[in-house]
């Protein structure tokens, strides 16, 4: 019998009771108090001993209280006195006594002679069959019964009874007295229940499943239900429906199942009153639970809410006064009507704004209710919302917002709220953003924002391309003449560089700047102290040409330090542009992957634009490969309408790849989408034209192509732009007229740039040397194109090395130097296949042909050398920086002397040097080489570091 699953670990407890019984058959009436948590198995235990009570012979009464019947009078005994097997005479003589005590009930107790007949009812019967009396949940039987059942124990002397009684856990027994008078009898003994053992709940579990699988889940089970016994079973039953589908699955949902959480319901209806809406309070309230919190919430008496508390820990509900898993707090709050839990939750939100909580968990009752708030209710979901942005989470920020503009009736305070909502949906998904445009731009005119998030809204406009709304609405708060703060004059120096930067058409149309009344202290320790204006100075000084190390570095502590939120956009653009125009690809490269790594959920409408800007610096890295892939995915992250006018920037850098890669008919594809009109007023139709200008260029459309890179250079200097790091409009307007034989044109163009390149190293005078090359006579060709070679592998920016080598090759060819010709276009070969340059490499094998010399091909060796190159590219990691250096000028053919000259350094150490090349890389000649080490640079140690 003991077997019985519902008897685990209860075999010492009914041996106990038995003894009991055992004890009122021999003539010796006895009594037995089972105490026990909520559904820890009292009931069962009670019903195992009824079961073998009446085998032994006895006759068993069993009566149950009932929270319900707790006021009627004599409800238990009338349940028992109903089942004794007396005669006619007997049953008649009962009931009359019931009737006549039901009539006789006082306000205290019943008259003695009466309880005294009512009981010698059953003594009567006990000298025929002994009897066994089982009352379930005695705590809620009536005081009449409990007087009736008191008034019996204490006469059951040499009577054949046995009384069993059980009752729940509790920190203060509602019928002190009774309890009292009850364990003060001697043949009176208690039984405590407790939870499950862990062995006991593997035991429990071993009922239902494997041996080895009980044991894997039981401590799982163990934490979740405390050992409560119900629960157990509840997670049982629904472990065996989830079998039925998939044995392997059935773990992962613990707790998530229908019988579990009929289980949890059942444990609180079947607990005192308030344990029910102790729980739900608890539920509601979460971390901030408190005894006094709840005790206001649910109008309760702290010290009350905390004897619930306790029998809800007995009961294995809850844990250090929370509930165990979350599954019990959602089977919790499933149990509770709509109405009532909205009630609480707003109760809630109310008490916890009186205490000072944190907002965060004010905003999730204010959410919870689904009812407008209070009118302080605004700020706080603003707040939490702005927070939430910063912290990532991009469903709390969303449902506060909505929710705070849903609650609002203000209407300063909406249109503030909806400039919020904006902006969090332009961070979350940049599309869905514009429908609240025409309420902004109307708020703003009727005077319903202020000078702040007016200028936000200027910004919005400007994202999605709506310039001229933009103009007009900056121009109309900056006559307005008033004075502003400096947060706002922040936000006013960052759209005024916006539009001359990014939109520098329009610019012309805004007179007002200057007479916007802007109290700004503009100190370099000011500048720095602000990323706005930091980020803002850096690009200025770079279009400005006055750019120096530390602005660069400027800029990177930006990048670094910046959160990514829909109101610092505009500093990141200006902080990587920054780098971009300044010629730092590297580092614009990586400040922009690590800004790419933090953009989480909350952030998803900054990557299309973040992607974009990370294809430009791919293009003129000349990562074909790359630019191509974050160029696509930034076009297929956000809609192409939802783009404005920004979509020239993805564009042009599309473009420009499907060109170098020889994807002509990709090209021409995009071409035939349509752009706005108005893109050629901003600094996205530059470097749309000048891809279209280069397209058309490979695609032997000389003159639209010189039209376009005109048309280009007009608009720079028009909004001066006009710097070669920005869009190098010139030197590809002479490679137009070097093509059609006009190099009178061509050098104009070239000596112009030139005297507009700032000062060293960089990729902008990597492509001017090498044009100027072109234009010189063929004696002083070497000299320049190795300047330019030098320039482009400071920069990494390897399709333009590839062709800077491969002009050196050529001009070595005419030369002479036949040797060096070759290694020359075999690196600018291995350089254009690496980032699939196609005609590059169609040209360079072209070039050989004519020479009677193929680098492509196969059975050419220089072939076989590019790829045996490419084999060992990866073991240059581990070549020591000097010897980088001197196997880098190796690998562009020149030799020991020169390298020697270049470094500083004997021929002696540089023959060294090559001797440990060799081996590391396993080749033995120069030509071996791979061709990364074409691109090792001084410059770029920052990056390594």
Known sequence: MTGRPDLIERTEELLVLNSITTAALQGAG?????????????????????????????TVLRATGAQAEAGTPLSIVGQLLHQAPLDADGAVRTRHLLAVAARATGPDQLPADLVQALCGVLFDLSKTIPLLICVDDAHHAD???????????????????????????ARQHPRPAFHAELLRQPHCRRIMLGPLSHEGVVHLLGTRLETERAAELAPRVDALTGGNPLL???????LRSSTRHSLDQYPAGLGDGFAFSQAVVSCLHRSEPAALAVARGIAVLGDQASDHLLGQLLGLFPSLVAGVIDGLHSAGLLEDGRFRHPAVRTAVLHDTDAAELSALHTQAARLLYGQGAPERAIAEQLLASDRPGEGWSTRVLCDVARQALFDGDADLARRSVEHAHRGCTDPRERAKVLTLLAGV??????????????????????????????????????????????????????TLGRPIDARTASEVQTVKLQFSSSYPGALAELRPFGSCNVNQDRTPAAVRADPQLQAAAALDEVLSGRADENTFLGAEQVLRSIGLTYRHWEQVEFALLALVYGDQLERAAFCCEQLLGRVGRAAEGIRPPLLALRGLIAVRQGRLVDAERYATSALEQLPWNAWGVNIGLPLATLLMTYTLMGKYEDAAQLLNRPVPQAIYQTRYGMHYLFARGEFRLATNHPHAALDDFLICGEMMQDWDLDLPSVVSWRSAAARVHLQMGNHQQAKVLIDEQTKRLQP??????????????????????????????????RCGSRVELALALADLGYAHQNLGDHKRSRIMMSRAWQLAKEQSAEPIQRGLSSMFSELREEVAPAPATEVATAEAAGSTASATDGLSDAERRVAGLAALGHSNREIARELFITVSTVEQHLTRVYRKLKVTRRS????????VTSGSAWYAS
């Open 760 to 793: 060293g190293p960089s990729r902008s005078r990597g492509l001017t040397m090498r044009l100027s090359a072109a234009v010189a006579e063929l004696k002083y060709r070497p000299s320049l194109l190795r300047q330019a070679v030098d320039d482009l592998q």
């Open 425 to 478: 949906e332009w961070q979350l998904q940049p599309g869905s953003a514009t429908r609240h445009l025409p309420m902004l731009t109307a708020a703003l005119r009727a005077g319903e924002l202020d000078d702040r998030d007016s200028v936000v809204v200027v910004k919005y406009l400007l994202r999605h391309g709506r310039i001229t709304e933009a103009t007009h609405l900056l121009e109309h708060l900056l």
């Open 30 to 58: 006895s009594v037995g108090l089972v105490v026990g948590p909520v559904a820890s198995g009292k009931s069962v235990l009670l019903s195992a001993l009824g079961e073998q009570a009446g085998a032994a012979g006895a």
């Open 143 to 169: 005081p009449f019964s409990l007087q009736w059942l008191l008034f019996l124990i204490r006469r059951l002397g040499t009577a054949r009874i046995a009384v069993v009684l059980t009752e729940r856990t």
């Open 928 to 935: 071996d080489l791979p061709s990364d080490l074409c691109l």
């Open 232 to 238: 157990v079973h509840g997670l049982l039953e629904d």
